[in-house]
C-alpha cells in the first residue's frame, strides 16, 4: 500500500510539473480586432452572397490619412489582410469574377478610392501586395458623412453595397450577382 501511496504521489508531481511547461499561453486581446461581415446581413438567411473577415483599427485620436494614407496601397482594415469571400460568380464594377476569395485591398484618396481585389490570401498588411495578382479594380466615390466612425467598419446595405465607413469618410462598393 505504501508503494503505491509514494507511486501515485510521485505520478502527480511529475505530472503537475509537466504541466506547467505545456500550459498554453494566451495573448492579450488585440488593439484592432478581428470581425466579419456577411450579406445578406440576416443571421436567420444562411444562403450568403459573400462575408468578409477583417480587422477594425481604431482613429484613437489619429488622422485617418495617417492610417490610411492617400495614393498608397492599403490593406482595408489593420493586421492581416482583408480577405472577401464570395460563394457565387459576380461582378466586381464591371469586371466579371469568379466565386473564391480575394484579398481587399484599397488606395485611398480625396475624392475616390481604388479598390482591389488581389489572389494574394494570408498576406499581412499590405507589404507584399502584388499590383500583378490583381483580378479587378473598380474606381468609388468617396462621400463625408456628419457622424464620426471611430473604428474601422465594412458593412452592406439592403442591395448588397458594401460600405467602408472609418471617421467621417465612406466608400460605397456595389456588387451584382451573375
Not at 16 to 43: I, R
Not at 78 to 84: F, G, P
Not at 133 to 144: E, F, G, M
Request: charged content about 20%.
Amino acid at each position: 500500500m505504501k508503494l503505491l501511496k509514494a507511486t501515485v504521489f510521485c505520478l502527480l508531481v511529475a505530472f503537475s510539473a509537466n504541466t506547467e511547461m505545456y500550459a498554453q499561453k494566451f495573448s492579450k486581446l488585440d488593439k484592432s480586432p478581428m470581425d466579419a461581415v456577411a450579406f445578406p446581413t440576416s443571421s436567420k438567411d444562411t444562403n450568403k452572397t459573400m462575408k468578409v473577415i477583417y480587422s477594425r483599427p481604431q482613429l484613437n485620436g489619429r488622422a485617418l490619412s495617417d492610417l490610411a494614407p492617400l495614393g498608397k496601397v492599403w490593406r482595408t482594415g489593420a493586421n492581416e489582410s482583408t480577405e472577401i469571400t464570395f460563394y457565387k460568380d459576380f461582378h466586381f464594377g464591371d469586371t466579371p469574377v469568379k466565386a473564391g476569395t480575394y484579398s481587399l485591398f484599397a488606395i485611398p484618396g480625396e475624392k475616390t478610392w481604388t479598390l482591389i481585389l488581389n489572389k494574394d490570401l494570408n498576406a499581412w498588411g499590405a507589404y507584399s501586395y502584388n499590383a500583378d495578382n490583381d483580378v479587378a479594380r473598380y474606381t468609388a466615390l468617396v462621400s463625408i458623412d456628419a457622424e464620426s466612425i471611430e473604428a474601422f467598419s465594412i458593412g452592406f446595405d439592403a442591395q448588397g453595397t458594401m460600405v467602408l465607413a472609418w471617421d467621417t469618410t465612406r466608400v460605397s462598393m456595389p456588387f451584382r450577382v451573375e
